[in-house]
């Protein structure tokens, strides 16, 4: 499989995809861990940068899949992992959709939701975490990071305008 | 840039189970793209706006229903939101127009996008505004992450603190892999939650 890097991108993502529970901000430590740690696919700036693009464009966040798989493979690793991260949890949803009303108030159910909320958020403050020290590399770096998650906490200001500012200071060469 | 961004005075009378509407395919796929096009970020908010709001598609109760049913699924919450939605108004067919309306115009920009940072992203100036980028994104998800854990470290701690935290250091500090930690914390998670509700 390592030789491949096609068959790497469709079997990753695709397994990967799978315990994404709460959403693919939840798998970003295990791409980094395989992008950056495992497969040697790009270095931590790149992933970081990967991860900005991916947040600063319009639509779900699930596509940061589709640049990592472009970086890998061109064109064809963009289609492989976008489609291995996203249709067998397609899949998987449009199933349980069928059937899931059916067992509205069943205790197995009840029990699967409440059960996985702790460990969703779990698995997303690792994420944040983990972009954090990716892309956090002085001091300077560290209080962009803070003052974005105070603003972001505290007001509603859209979050491309501290984007706009960030990348502005960025310019300036100290982050 | 769409008209699901003029802010929320835009709605009529909140819909209730007589009220709702079915939409039809071309709808949904309108819809969808719209919703794709406005989010970032997450495109939950804008997909609560357009099919609660705007089109009356769902009662806010169904809406919520849905979504956390998409919300714990494995995936992408909003793709899986689109998938749940879109079968119930037109099967697998509507699955699949709500899925390629949110995934297909953002596929086409991120993919410009990873053509540009192909050529583009060795260039200086460029890698330090990215830098930028990336360090208040990071901070963005601070924020988020804030507001989510907010409501289950508040109240009394049963085992759902311990469960976050156990995820937090293994995922985040060990570095073991998400599978892994998954399949051990989950089980222990849910079989908690499975006595709390008995109660």
């Known amino acids: 499989m390592k030789h ?153 200001i859209n979050p491309l305008f501290m984007f706009a500012i960030a990348g502005v200071l960025g310019v300036s060469g100290w982050l | 840039m769409l008209d699901s961004a003029a802010p929320a005075t835009d709605r009529a009378a909140p819909p209730t189970a007589a009220t709702v509407v079915n939409p039809t395919l071309p709808e949904l796929f309108r819809a969808f793209v719209a919703v794709s096009l406005s989010g970032f970020g997450g495109a939950l908010p804008w997909a609560r706006r357009m099919i609660v709001d705007k089109r009356q598609w769902m009662t806010a109760e169904e809406f919520n229903e849905a979504f956390s049913l998409s919300q714990f699924l494995p995936g992408a919450n909003v793709l899986n939101f689109a998938v749940v939605f879109g079968s119930r108004f037109g099967g697998a067919a509507g699955a699949a127009v709500a899925f390629a309306g949110l995934m297909g115009p953002p596929l086409v920009i991120i993919t410009v996008l990873a053509v540009l940072y192909a050529h583009f992203g060795d260039i200086a100036v460029l890698g330090r505004i990215l830098s930028g980028i990336a360090s208040a994104a990071a901070g963005l998800l601070i924020a988020i992450v804030v507001k989510m854990a907010a409501p289950l470290f508040g109240k009394r701690w049963d085992f759902g603190p311990p469960v976050a935290i156990l995820a937090f250091i293994g995922v985040a500090l060990m570095q073991w892999p998400l599978p892994y930690v998954f399949l051990v914390l989950a089980p222990i998670s849910i079989a908690f939650a499975w006595f709390r509700v008995a109660r």
Not at chain 1, 75 to 99: D, K, N, Y
Not at chain 1, 115 to 140: C, E, K, Q
């Open chain 1, 4 to 156: 491949d890097p096609l068959l790497a991108l469709a079997g990753y993502f695709a397994m990967l995809s799978l315990f994404a529970v709460g959403g693919a901000n939840a798998a970003i430590p295990e791409m980094h861990r395989l992008a950056v740690d495992v497969m040697h696919w790009m270095n931590d700036r790149q992933f970081a940068d990967n991860f900005a693009i991916a947040q600063a464009s319009p639509g779900p966040n699930v596509i940061i899949v589709t640049l990592i798989g472009y970086h890998v493979a061109g064109l064809a690793g963009a289609v492989v992992a976008t489609t291995a991260m996203c249709v067998p949890t397609c899949v998987v949803a449009f199933i349980v959709a069928r059937t899931w009303d059916r067992f509205k108030g069943a205790r197995w159910r009840i029990a699967i939701q409440a059960g996985l909320v702790p460990l969703s958020i779990g698995l997303i403050g690792a994420s944040a975490f983990v972009l954090a020290r990716a892309a956090d590399h002085n001091v300077y770096a560290g209080l962009v990071t803070a003052a974005t998650a105070a603003v972001a906490y505290a007001t509603r």
